[in-house]
């Protein structure tokens, strides 16, 4: 089947399984270039599951993925890598070499994927770091940083292949409030000022709304909502104003497993 090439991000009728539960029954998803999507949803509902498919890293049980033209689950190996150059990936735990600098963290994808000089990459290094406010960093070790440094650090690093769009998982997980908006109005300002498309996965209300330009959440492996910011605030599915409230009362924790997870 082909894409519609217009979108940067496509997922048809995707379904995945891991040891019998039905992680995603049939998710349906289009990102359109410069969007900013946040997907929400419980712990184990799917989301991060949707980063790794994008990225190839796992494969679905059913249904189609696509970047831009390509469908992601027919590539060779080969072809997949060249595809993810165009793909940055910011991790929840920033996922930094801890035995490697700053410097040599952020350098890492140019230093494993082209054949630039070391010169060239310390160039790209000091401008990626300085667009994340992080350049006196670039000598410090990983255990030396905060996490919200840690945070930059990894953003600076997935934008060193000058990707066209980036996948966050969980950007502002473990930070306080005032870091946490740091970080939100960081991903906003780069995905406006490079005109990069993202992917935000969170679970904090604030940093959902703050960046996003769009909105889908997850529940029983479908996306129930699908909106932007102030429709989806507006939303009349009970799952969602449960979500939003942080309520104990409605059907997120009724005869479910959830409530003893």
């Known amino acids: ?122 160039k790209i290094v000091d401008a990626k770091l300085d667009l994340v406010g992080m350049k006196d960093a670039r000598n410090l070790m990983p255990s030396e940083l905060s996490g919200g440094m840690k945070k930059r650090i990894s953003l600076a690093r997935a934008l060193m292949m000058e990707p066209e769009l980036v996948l966050f998982d969980e950007p502002t997980a473990g930070l306080d409030p005032v870091i946490a908006s740091v970080i939100d109005e960081l991903i906003i300002d780069l995905s406006e000022r490079s005109k990069v498309t993202c992917i935000v996965v969170t679970h904090e209300m604030a940093s959902a709304f703050r960046i996003g330009t769009r909105m889908a959440m997850l529940y029983h492996g479908k996306v129930i909502e699908d909106a932007d910011p102030e429709t989806f605030k507006q939303s009349q599915n009970p799952v969602v104003r449960q979500f939003l409230s942080g309520s104990t009362e409605g059907p997120i924790l009724e005869g479910s497993q959830d409530a003893v997870a």
Do not use: C, W
Request: charged share 30%; hydrophobic share 40%; aromatic share 4%.
């Open 1 to 122: 089947m082909s894409a519609n090439n217009s979108h940067m991000v496509e997922l048809r009728d995707v379904r995945k399984v891991f040891e019998d539960k039905k992680v995603l029954d049939g998710v349906s998803l289009t990102v359109e270039p410069e969007e900013r999507l946040v997907i929400m949803g419980q712990s184990g509902s799917g989301k991060s599951t949707i980063l790794r498919l994008i990225l190839g890293m796992l494969e679905p049980d059913e249904g189609e993925v696509f970047f831009k033209q390509f469908e992601i689950t027919r590539l060779k190996r080969r072809k997949l890598q060249q595809v993810r150059r165009h793909i940055g990936m910011v991790y929840q735990y920033s996922a930094l070499l801890s035995s490697r600098s700053v410097r040599d963290n952020v350098a890492l994808p140019l230093e494993e994927l082209t054949d630039k000089s070391a010169k060239e990459i310390d």
